[in-house]
């Protein structure tokens, strides 16, 4: 009997924690968290214990399938010739008439890969991936206030904070080795304040819990901050000193409308509550770091929301120092590192600006190429997924990896329509997906369990993927199928990596960030960026004496008032639904519904839904709804539960079997393109019999 113990990083939500992989005779039958990680101290959430279970599940796919054009159904080929075919057909077609999505489940390596594929080999700006669906509002909207649009302090500040002030995230489930962290804090003395629509089993541990109607984060905090103005508690050197546009936030959150009243009325909360925060947020100014996910992001205003997040440990002076900051809990494993690596259709990798033309020079001429697309940004996903269902002689081919965005992203009819509208599609995965079976040709990847790598996790630790098992079949390593591809279509020169840890080396050569993080570094416990040298330890905590990033190293503040959801309630349409993560799935479901263990805790979706609700529409506990909007329809069971606000409903959104996002809204930000998940207006009825 062979075993082993092969070290490496989970690959799901942005915690990061590490894990040895148990292979007995070359196949993973187990895990066991790192006891010296200093993320997850040798403990795991169910995701990491039980998550493995779909690297060996039947369904992986083993050999590139390819659409027969006689009965237009998809069958078995070789990699020649599904080689042959992709070349052929993305040959084709335009650079404006192709788009790229890469995918935050996957290694740097491989996005950093891809985005150098989209940009050398179809010469196309649009690239992007899924941190459109998460965080792209934090990456916006922290580089606009800050200068970096990362998490500017580490899991450790929430264990050393005196106060954690927690707004639109579910931690206890969505990331629960940070609320571990976060508890660790609490145990010692800590304040937890928690703002959130639903009680969460987050909120139920706080010592605060603000329900607030979804999508009023911005009322609500520029209530607190006209009421630290107001009472001089600012930090008024760091304010002077250290910040542009004061006056401009100033003047507008002092407005009698943020009143800690009218508040208290437009976000359904008592002020009782409010004045309770904003008195712990002056007691515990310089020890008080802010949380926040995907409640936050998820919104038209997402953006906005972050930038307010910012602004008031900004004029508080909790920036740049231990147990404070701003704290983003990047949604899946990767969304950081995918970032960072340039798969979006504004920056390359190291966030250099696609509209800086010295930007694109050096890019150009560190790869060795003549161009790079430049000058304008290319499409982001939910451009890409409407121009391919409005105006499908505009957008003709999209090459996706490891992306289902049928289930994944809102409005799931019309994306269904994007797919089918898609001329030519191209899907790079593990399984075959909801969206795969739209393809023209499907491509089998690989898995982190089978691929040496690097992934950066949410306070920026780079730390590596280590392979433990050969990847099933004919499957390879996602860098090497698009190198393939690129050597197919006569590009192989630009892409001459051997192995993954060449891909890493490349990168970092043109990505400051990673300057200094070699493999041999991080074979300790990873490195936080900024690591500017091979002699530098990485960076903890960002924006310690400036803001290097910003004219004049000053952070920059501005006025930002609230504005209501792109879709608010109404007669027809008289409740707002919420949708969020539990703790034993993970986005589509595609690897976590395959676990046993996992899918048996947690086999199928529910709508919460208050007491009060279910007494007026009749309902008891369990029956099956139809839940609808202006979009769609879902079946669904109600669960009745004191835990929802009146007047708000809650549904996951991992299920197949009860799309959420056959309702949601594809209302987006305007800066991020980032769809309003969060909140959309939602009516029930009973099913008929
Ligand atoms: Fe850790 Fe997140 Fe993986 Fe759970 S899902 S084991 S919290 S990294």
Not at 62 to 88: C, F, H, N, S, Y
Not at 314 to 331: D, E, F, H, Y
Not at 605 to 628: C, F, H, N, Q, R
Request: glycine residues 6%.
């Amino acid at each position: 009997m062979d075993v082993k113990f092969v070290t490496t990083t989970c690959p799901y939500c942005g915690g990061g924690c590490s894990f040895n992989l148990v292979v007995k005779d070359g196949k993973i039958i187990d895990t066991q968290p790192s006891q010296r990680s200093p993320v997850n101290q040798g403990k795991m959430c169910p995701k990491g214990v039980f998550g493995f279970e779909f690297i060996t599940s039947p369904d992986r796919l083993t050999t590139p399938l390819v659409k027969d054009k006689a009965t237009g159904k998809q069958r078995p080929a070789t990699w020649d010739e599904a080689l042959e075919v992709i070349a052929e057909n993305f040959k084709k077609y335009k650079p404006e008439e192709m788009a790229v999505i890469s995918s935050a489940r996957c290694c740097n390596e491989d996005n950093y890969a891809m985005q150098k594929f989209a940009r050398v080999v179809l010469h196309t700006p649009n690239i992007d991936h899924c941190a459109r669906l998460c965080h792209a509002p934090t990456v916006a909207g922290l580089a606009n206030v800050f200068g970096s649009g990362a998490s500017t302090n580490s899991f450790n500040d929430l264990a050393i904070a005196d106060l954690v002030f927690i707004i639109g995230s579910n931690n206890f489930e969505a990331h629960p080795i940070v609320a571990r962290r976060i508890m660790e804090g609490k145990r010692k003395g800590a304040k937890i304040i928690v703002c959130d629509p639903r009680n969460t089993p987050t909120a139920r541990h706080a010592d605060l819990h603000i329900q607030h109607f979804p999508g009023t984060d911005i009322q609500l905090l520029n209530c607190m901050m006209k009421y630290i103005i107001e009472h001089d508690w600012i930090d008024k050197e760091f304010v002077e000193n250290r910040t542009k546009g004061y006056e401009d936030l100033k003047k507008c959150v002092t407005q009698d409308k943020y009143s800690v009243e009218n508040t208290a009325k437009v976000c359904g909360v008592p002020a009782e509550s409010i004045m309770q925060a904003i008195n712990w947020l002056h007691e515990y100014q310089h020890k008080t770091a802010f949380v926040h996910c995907l409640g936050i992001t998820q919104h038209t205003v997402g953006v906005d929301n972050v930038r307010s997040i910012a602004f008031i440990q900004t004029i508080l002076g909790n920036i740049g120092k231990p147990g404070c900051g701003v704290n983003a809990l990047r949604g899946q494993n990767n969304v950081q590192g995918s970032c960072d690596m340039g798969a979006l259709p504004n920056v390359y990798a190291g966030y250099l600006k696609v509209t800086d033309p010295a930007a694109a020079k050096k890019v150009a001429e560190y790869w060795g190429v003549d161009e790079v697309p430049n000058g304008k940004l290319g499409l982001h996903i939910p451009e890409m997924l409407e121009t391919l269902e409005e105006h499908p002689d505009k957008l003709k081919c999209l090459y996706l990896l490891g992306e289902n965005p049928v289930i994944s992203d809102p409005n799931s009819k019309a994306v269904e329509k994007s797919m089918e509208n898609c001329e030519f599609l191209v899907v790079q995965d593990i399984f075959q997906t909801e969206t795969s079976k739209y393809a023209d040709v499907v491509l089998p990847g690989s898995c982190f369990a089978e691929e040496d790598g690097t992934q950066t996790n949410a306070e920026r630790r780079v730390q590596r993927f280590r392979k433990a098992a050969d990847a099933p079949g004919e499957s390879k390593l996602d860098w090497e199928i698009i190198k393939m591809i690129a050597e197919k279509m006569g590009y192989g020169k630009y892409f001459t990596w051997k192995t993954s840890e060449d891909v890493f080396d490349e990168m970092r050569k043109i990505t400051p960030q990673y300057a200094g993080i070699t493999y041999a570094k991080l074979d300790g416990d990873g490195i936080q960026w900024p690591c500017p040298t091979e002699e530098s330890k990485g960076t903890a905590i960002l924006h310690v004496k400036e803001f290097a990033g910003m004219p004049e190293g000053k952070a920059q503040l501005a006025a930002i008032e609230h504005r209501a959801p792109a879709e608010v309630v109404d007669s027809e349409y008289p409740l707002w639904l919420t949708t969020g993560a539990t703790i034993w799935h993970w986005p589509s479901g595609s690897m976590t519904r395959r676990c046993k263990q996992l899918d048996k805790d947690c086999p199928t979706a529910w709508l919460e839904i208050s007491p009060a609700d279910a007494a007026k529409y009749g309902l008891v506990d369990e029956e099956k709804v139809t839940l609808y909007s202006r979009r769609g329809e879902v079946n669904v069971n109600v669960r009745i539960t004191p835990n929802i606000k009146e007047g708000v409903l809650f549904m996951p959104f991992h299920f197949i079997e009860a799309r959420a996002n056959l309702v949601t809204n594809t209302a987006y930000d305007p800066v991020s393109r980032t769809p309003e998940f969060k909140v959309c207006a939602v009516n029930i009825k009973k099913m008929e019999a």
